[in-house]
T-cell receptor, first 111, second 113 residues
Framework: GEKVEQHESTLSVREGDSAVINCTYT??????FPWYKQEAGKSLHFVID?????DRKQSQRLIVLLDKKAKRFSLHITATQPEDSAIYFC??????????FGQGTKLSIKP | NAGVIQTPRHKVTGKGQEATLWCEPI?????VFWYRQTIVQGLEFLTY????????DSGMPKERFSAQMPNQSHSTLKIQSTQPQDSAVYLC???????????FGKGTRLTVV
């Protein structure tokens, strides 16, 4: 079955800098790649997604890149702010099915 | 829109007892998912329904776990003979259909003592 690897378990960046979180997946049939944010003690909250028919998507300070050949996708958070501190999860799904999640990246924004 | 509602928020059971977790998906959503979250295993898929029909239960431990969706407004996850390793946060989620934004509930924290 599909496996999603999230490469950075922790990431610390200075406020205002960019943060990049990388994920790889194994199933070439995967076609939908969302990202979720989880703040301390809270549930998962959707932040952005990308589908396999495009290789880049931007929503305000968030950019998602998808490289289907390498089976890799990444989340770029530009101009980071303290409220960006959280655990970020990448996920993949295919055939409108279940989401398979990466292990999560704990992002800390330093003042 | 109250979002995905999960009850109870916290549940403590004794080893060997049964636990039933409830989920009310967002009205109009056709896909309902159950996940389990632990520090060690992360987010594990358990099962999902589409239009109340079970589609994929490949993540469910076969012997003691079962899930049902008797109507479009609620789903249950039942764990029989609970064991300490079942302790986790159980998350229910729903979406309009596949490959669209999935909305998660706040979870039920199950503790087996």
């Amino acid at each position: 079955g599909e496996k999603v690897e999230q490469h950075e378990s922790t990431l610390s960046v200075r406020e205002g800098d960019s943060a990049v979180i990388n994920c790889t997946y194994t199933d070439t049939a995967s076609s939908y790649f969302p990202w979720y944010k989880q703040e301390a003690g809270k549930s998962l909250h959707f932040v952005i997604d990308i589908r396999s028919n495009v290789d880049r998507k931007q929503s305000q300070r968030l950019i998602v890149l998808l490289d289907k050949k390498a089976k890799r996708f990444s989340l770029h958070i530009t101009a980071t702010q303290p409220e960006d501190s959280a655990i970020y999860f990448c996920a993949a799904s295919y055939n409108q099915g279940k989401l398979i999640f990466g292990q999560g990246t704990k992002l800390s924004i330093k003042p | 829109n109250a979002g995905v509602i999960q009850t109870p928020r916290h549940k403590v059971t004794g080893k060997g007892q049964e636990a039933t977790l409830w989920c009310e998906p967002i009205s109009g959503h056709s896909a309902v998912f159950w996940y389990r979250q632990t520090i060690v295993q992360g987010l594990e898929f358990l099962t999902y329904f589409r239009n109340q029909a079970p589609i994929d239960d490949s993540g469910m431990p076969k012997e003691r776990f079962s899930a049902q969706m008797p109507n479009q407004s609620h789903s249950t996850l039942k764990i029989q003979s609970t064991q300490p390793q079942d302790s986790a946060v159980y998350l229910c989620a729903s979406s309009l259909w596949g490959d669209t934004e999935v909305f998660f509930g706040k979870g039920t924290r199950l503790t087996v003592v």
